[in-house]
């Protein structure tokens, strides 16, 4: 992918050229792409940062969000966001990450879309292409999966639920509906999260391509008993299950062989957690890292594994 250069080209797809070689490097440890076009990233997102504009102001629906007419001045230079993918812009001055440079719009959708969807759009997105994927990793982060999945049962417009109406079984180009009828963009902003939060199969940024991989699943209280995912990687297949029972909640999982996981199970004071049947002190290939209020945490060795937890879980993690 080619990045597009002018004022009328969108980020979304010529981000894919900083994305792509930095998820080849998480998923599976594959530095060569990323090496290969780094110079060439780094020329992309200084070139972007000479064209950010500091006049981005509200603007009524369907005007241009950036200025009346196009000023095509490359000497007014705006904030960028040259993080690790550098992909998307800050509109908050004076709010600064550790590198010193903006946040990313990601932190503007937590404090100011939260109270936006809950009461003045009645618990439904107002985001589109590029902000409903960096929500949904906010809120999640902020630990409001209750909010995504909320939003994920949604069934009226606009939501996922109201792609599928009428029997239909393809996510639209737009919210409305029309344009492309089969279209990932927006259905890729909540399709991971089902793999990384529900079922939570998630890599280690510090441990790429999944020699270390991070299981932490969200248990909704209510509709839905139970959820099972694999993720095929270099190693062998690392899966992971849930099921509600009768008194607590029983965990599955399978990590492949040279590759270990760090495990996070929903746990309150009183809980007791067991190993195929066995108490979790005694199981093989399992050590406890920390018990909290919320929930305990193992770091866990290849091998397949039945945990169950009764008396006592936090529901949400």
């Not at 919210?175 to 279209?183: E, K, V």
């Not at 790429?208 to 509709?223: A, L, M, Q, Y």
């Not at 009768?246 to 270990?260: A, R």
């Not at 195929?276 to 594994?305: C, H, M, Q, W």
């Amino acid at each position: 992918m080619v990045p597009r250069a002018g004022i009328g080209k969108d980020m979304v797809w010529s981000s894919s050229f900083v994305i792509m070689p930095w998820y080849q490097y998480l998923f599976y440890g594959d530095t060569a792409v990323l090496e290969e076009n780094y110079s060439a990233i780094l020329r992309y997102l200084n070139y972007l940062a000479s064209q950010g504009k500091l006049d981005i102001q509200p603007r009524e629906r369907g005007t241009n969000p950036l200025f009346d007419e196009p000023i095509l001045d490359p000497l007014m230079t705006g904030h960028l966001q040259q993080s690790q993918w550098g992909d998307h812009l800050s509109l908050s001055e004076e709010w600064h990450s550790r590198s010193g440079l903006p946040l990313s719009i990601s932190t503007a959708f937590y404090y100011h879309d939260v109270d936006d969807i809950e009461v003045t759009h009645d618990g439904h997105l107002t985001t589109g292409y590029i902000g409903t994927k960096y929500l949904l990793d906010l809120l999640t982060q902020k630990g409001r999966e209750d909010l995504v999945w909320q939003l994920a049962l949604k069934t009226d417009f606009p939501s996922w639920g109201y792609f599928l109406r009428d029997g239909r079984t393809t996510i639209t180009e737009k919210w409305t509906g029309g344009s492309s009828l089969n279209h990932v963009v927006l259905d890729a902003a909540i399709d991971p999260w089902f793999y990384n939060v529900l079922a939570s199969v998630c890599h280690d940024d510090r441990s790429p391509g999944f020699k270390h991989c991070i299981i932490k699943p969200f248990v909704p209280d209510s509709d839905l008993d139970w959820v099972k995912a694999s993720v095929n990687t270099l190693y062998g297949t690392i899966s992971s299950s849930w099921q509600k029972k009768s008194g607590g909640l029983v965990f599955e999982i399978e990590i492949p062989v040279n590759t270990t996981a760090t495990l996070h199970l929903p746990a309150l004071p009183g809980t007791e957690i067991t190993e195929n049947r066995k108490p979790v002190s005694r199981a093989r290939g399992v050590r406890l890292i920390k018990f909290d209020d919320n929930e305990a945490v193992f770091e866990v060795g290849s091998g397949t594994y039945s945990f169950s937890v009764s008396g006592g879980t936090s529901g949400m993690m």
